[in-house]
Each structure stands twice: as structure tokens, then as C-alpha cells.
């Protein structure tokens, strides 16, 4: 179970894990000196405005997967950029605390997934997921619009859409995690465990958002964080949580104040109610298929776009350099998969402890004087800084924050604020 010159792969969606796929497979193949036929299938038109052609996301780009396109000889352009990202503003008991971004090089901007909000205007913004199966397209995969039905097993595995039916040497699932998996049950693939997000955009209010991300916590009840991130004309309004109630973005406008920042009435101009993946999918490699992206597992709360990029590269490398069978994927594919998981566990760890520091005013007030300590001190060593960065950014594992977390640095600053705070009664 090989491939071979003229191999035909089908790849069943196409937001950025389909897309990153065929790219990688392109181009390992092409060092394997392999001729692959290369096809994807994705339902939506990403030129349409709305959620109906949209993968319903906040769009930021972490750093890290920005450098990565390099690898696949890919630069974002100017029209797909909506703002840069400079700085995190924390808003914390009433308080502002600024997060700015820790050294230059970390660059991260927002983008539209698909072209902008349903009640938007013209010039709409061109879709990051739209242009990236534009390069698919432009290095010789065959794209077509189509949604398939089913995905069955066999000799060689068969897609069916509607109109058509293809066997393949090897299906690779993309369809994330806002769609069924088309796949029959023989399979064995479970999806991952995923919670409902509530998103919606607004018309950027005038000085208020600049090129910072807000990040809201506490309200409504069950909210993780609530983000509101500047997209050009536009800000995203993101939010991560358990159980949101289905009105969760006008009762978190109202309930955190921004109410005001929109005179006019309400200017909610889109609206979705994304899932994002908790935990990963089982029975996600077998013979002549693996599932990538959200379709697979992904990284918790963050960076979304960031692990598809590893899990498609790390599927295409399992193909290509090892075989089709579910042995070479568990060799070669699996254990990249297990990692991201791993590194999730730190993530839990990070934001079970971070809540507990929320529920307790005497270590907020401790953190928030650590954070203002450091600010004095050249960027490179701000260290709760660099922490919180990468929390929310995607732009270092959780593991690495979670190690800096518990430095001697870190810990000696958070202990100085607290005992300032004893001090001070
Ligand atoms: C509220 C929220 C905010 C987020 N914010 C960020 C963020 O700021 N940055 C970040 O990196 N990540 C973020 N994420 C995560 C990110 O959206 C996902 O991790 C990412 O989109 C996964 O990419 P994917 O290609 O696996 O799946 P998707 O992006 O969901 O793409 C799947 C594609 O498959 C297509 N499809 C589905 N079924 C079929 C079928 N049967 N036939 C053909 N096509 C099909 C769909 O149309 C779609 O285009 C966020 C997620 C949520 C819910």
C-alpha cells in the first residue's frame, strides 16, 4: 500500500486542513519525484458573504503559522490581512491591562474566512480560506464544489457526491467539525468532542479597538473569554465558553458595557454558533485514509488554523514517505496527533489555574502587580507577558508557557505581589 505515479488522492473538504494537505502532498511528493493526482471537495463558496461561505472562526493567525507557509512557498497577501495584531487589552474587574506583543518578529493578523459578514458592504474581504485553495488550485489540484455523501471503504476507498463517484488510493477527511463526516460506519471514526461558540460581527467601533484584540471574562455565565477583534471595517466578537445561552452575544455586549459603543441600535451583522473541538476523534487513520484538522484533533482554544497546518503535514509525511496502511499512519502519523493532546493536558492545567486566580482577588491583585512590575523592563523579559501572549495567540505550546509558568522568575514576581499586597492590608 503505496503510492505511486499517478495515485489519485481525494481530499473531502477544504478549509485550511484540506488545503494544507494537498499542499504538502505536492510538495513531498514532488521530492519523492511522485506524480499524484490530487483532488479536493469542498461544499462552500468562501466569495460568498455570510456564514454560508464562512468556516466561523475569530481568523487570527498565530506567528508560527504564518512562518510555516514559507515552508510551502506561501506568503499571506495584503488583501487577505484584515489588521495586525500589536496588543491583548485585558479587561479585568473594571481595569484595562494592556498585553503588548512581546518581541517584533512575533507578527499576527486577523483574516476573514470566508468574505465578510452576511449584512456587510461592499468591498468585501477576500477569504484566507477562499486563497488558500486558490494556490491548491494554481499548483494542479483539481478543485471542485461539491459536497460528498458518503465515503466508503473497500479495496480502494469510493467518495460519492451527488452527481459523482470516485475510487481513490487514499482519502484524506478535512470536513473539521461543523459538518457530518460522510463517512459509513465500517469505518470505526468517531468525532471529537466539541462545545458550541457563539460569534458575531460588528462595524468596528471608532477608537476603540485600534489593532488591539479586548478580551472579556465572566459574563455571560459560562464564558471562558470573549473577544473582540478588529477585522478591518469590522470587529469579530468570539466567544469561547460552556453552555452559552443561545443570545450569548447581545447579553455579553450589554452585560460587559460595549452597548454603548454602537449608538445606533444594534449592529450584530452576521452571527453563528461555530463548534470547537475539546478533545480528539477516535478511529481517525485506517487503510488508505487518515482525518486531519478539526476532523482529527486540534489545539485547545487556540491556534486552530495553526494545528491543522502540523496534522496535514504530518498525514501527507506518513503517506508519502511510509505507505497507506493504518500501520504507517499509526507510526508516522499518530504520534504528532498524541502530542497535540498532550500538550491540551497543559492547556486544561493552565486555564483551571487561571480561573482559580480569577475567583480570588487577593492573587488577581498579586498577577496584575507582577504584570505591571515587569513593564519597566525591556520586552524579551517580561515574562508574564510573554505567558499571557502565548495563551492567547496560539504562539507557543502550552507546555512552554506552563514551564515559564512555573519558573523561578515567574513564581518570585507573582510571591513579590502578594507580598506587596499583605503589606498593604
Ligand atoms: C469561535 C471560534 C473561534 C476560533 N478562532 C480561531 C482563531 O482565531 N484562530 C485559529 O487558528 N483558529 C480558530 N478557531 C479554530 C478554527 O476555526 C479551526 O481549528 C479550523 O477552521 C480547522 O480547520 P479545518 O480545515 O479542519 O476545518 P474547517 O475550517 O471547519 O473546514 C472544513 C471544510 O470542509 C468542508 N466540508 C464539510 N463537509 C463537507 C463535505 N461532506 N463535502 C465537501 N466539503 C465539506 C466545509 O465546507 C469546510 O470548508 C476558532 C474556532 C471557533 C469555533
Known sequence: MRLENGSRVIIVGGGPAGSFAALHLLRLAAEASLRLEVMILEARDFNR???????????????????????????????????EIEAYVLHLGGAQLPIRRPDATRRIFSVYRGSGPRLGQPQFPRSFD???????????????????????????????????????DLVILATGVNA??????????????????????????SGFLDSSVHIFFDHPPGLIFGGLIPKGRYANISLLGRKL????????????????????????????APRVVIAPASGYYADRFAAVGDAAITRLY???????????????????????????????????????????????????????????PFLMKAWRRAIVAEADQPPATRIHTRILWGMFTGDESYRQIFLLSIGRRALAEFLQGMIQNRREG
Open 49 to 83: 458573504p455570510g456564514p454560508g461561505g464562512c468556516n466561523k472562526c475569530a481568523g487570527i493567525l498565530s506567528s508560527t503559522v504564518i512562518r510555516k507557509l514559507q515552508t510551502l512557498g506561501l506568503s499571506l497577501p495584503p488583501d487577505v490581512i484584515q489588521t
Open 245 to 272: 445561552p443561545p443570545d450569548a452575544v447581545s447579553d455579553f455586549l450589554e452585560g460587559q458595557g460595549l452597548t454603548s459603543l454602537f449608538p445606533n441600535g444594534s449592529a450584530l451583522l452576521c452571527g453563528c
Open 180 to 205: 457530518r463526516a460522510p463517512l459509513a460506519a465500517e469505518w470505526g471514526y468517531r468525532p471529537p468532542r466539541t462545545e458550541t461558540m457563539a460569534q458575531d460581527e460588528v462595524p468596528l467601533p
Open 302 to 360: 487556540k491556534d486552530g488554523i495553526g494545528a491543522s497546518f502540523i496534522t496535514a503535514e504530518a498525514a501527507a509525511r506518513a503517506a508519502v514517505e511510509r505507505g497507506l496502511s493504518r500501520a504507517d499512519f499509526a507510526a508516522g502519523y499518530r504520534p504528532v496527533c498524541q502530542r497535540i493532546a498532550a500538550d491540551n493536558l497543559f492547556g486544561r492545567l493552565l486555564f483551571r489555574s487561571w480561573d482559580a486566580t480569577r475567583g480570588s
Open 130 to 168: 477562499g486563497w488558500l485553495l486558490d494556490q491548491a488550485r494554481e499548483r494542479g489540484v483539481d478543485v471542485r464544489r461539491a459536497r460528498a455523501q458518503t465515503i466508503r471503504p473497500g479495496v480502494r476507498p469510493a467518495v460519492a457526491t451527488a452527481h459523482d463517484r470516485w475510487e481513490a
